[in-house]
């Protein structure tokens, strides 16, 4: 089965700075692949997905990459502001799939 | 206001009193899963649904139990409850299957002692 692989598990930048989460995977079956924002107590939220037919996509301030060869993919985000402090998850899925394979999850902290 | 919601939010029980965590979701999605989160695991699934009556086990199935009698309710069932099984879980629903958003229950906080 998939299995997804996160780094950092912690991330701490100075605001302004620009933040790089990389996720690795296994099933080279794969093909989604989205970013979840997770703020202190709250649910998490999908910010960002990507499709293996597409190599980068921008929304803002967030973009994600992919290297379908590599089977890696990585989350930026540009002009870190404080309420990006938050946990990250990366996941991987493909259309006939039925979950979504979990990355650990990186804690980032903006300082200000 | 399409959402998923999760009962009750928090919840303290002992060892072995069966109990039942709720999801219901008012999007008309077809797909539902449970995952719980611990610490430096992610999210974990543990089982989903694809349709009315038609569940199978995630990753982490054991000591857990659910159902799907109706399309927009999937509740958690713990027969048998154990302090292994302390954690936050988290409902969520999708139009599709794995390719699709995931949108997310607020969570329950389960403690076993």
């Known amino acids: 089965g998939e299995n997804v692989e996160q780094h950092p598990s912690t991330l701490s930048v100075q605001e302004g700075d620009s933040a790089v989460i990389k996720c690795t995977y296994s099933?080279?079956?794969?093909?989604?692949f989205p970013w979840y924002k997770q703020e202190l107590g709250k649910r998490p939220q999908l910010i960002i997905d990507?499709?293996?037919?597409?190599g980068e996509k921008k929304d803002q301030r967030i973009a994600v990459t992919l290297n379908k060869t590599a089977k890696h993919f990585s989350l930026h985000i540009t002009e870190t502001q404080p309420e990006d402090s938050a946990v990250y998850f990366c996941?991987?899925?493909?259309?006939?799939?039925?979950?979504?394979?979990f990355g650990a999850g990186t804690i980032l902290r903006v300082k200000s | 206001e399409a959402q998923v919601t999760q009962n009750p939010r928090y919840l303290i029980t002992v060892t072995g009193k069966k109990l039942t965590v709720t999801c219901s979701q008012n999007?008309?999605?077809?797909?539902m899963s449970w995952y719980r989160q611990d610490p430096g695991l992610g999210l974990r699934q543990i089982y989903y649904?694809?349709?009315?009556?038609?569940?199978d086990k995630g990753d982490v199935p054991e000591g857990y139990k659910v159902s799907r009698k109706e399309k927009r309710n999937f509740p958690l069932i713990l027969e048998s409850p154990s302090p292994n099984q302390t954690s936050l879980y988290f409902c969520?629903?999708?139009?599709?299957?794995?390719?699709?958003?995931?949108?997310f229950g607020q969570g329950t906080r389960l403690t076993v002692v």
């Open positions: 969520a629903s999708s139009l599709g299957r794995g390719d699709t958003e995931a949108f």
């Open positions: 099933d080279s079956a794969s093909n989604y």
């Open positions: 990507i499709r293996s037919n597409v």
């Open positions: 996941a991987a899925s493909h259309l006939y799939g039925n979950k979504l394979v």
């Open positions: 999007m008309n999605h077809e797909y």
């Open positions: 649904s694809m349709n009315v009556e038609v569940t």
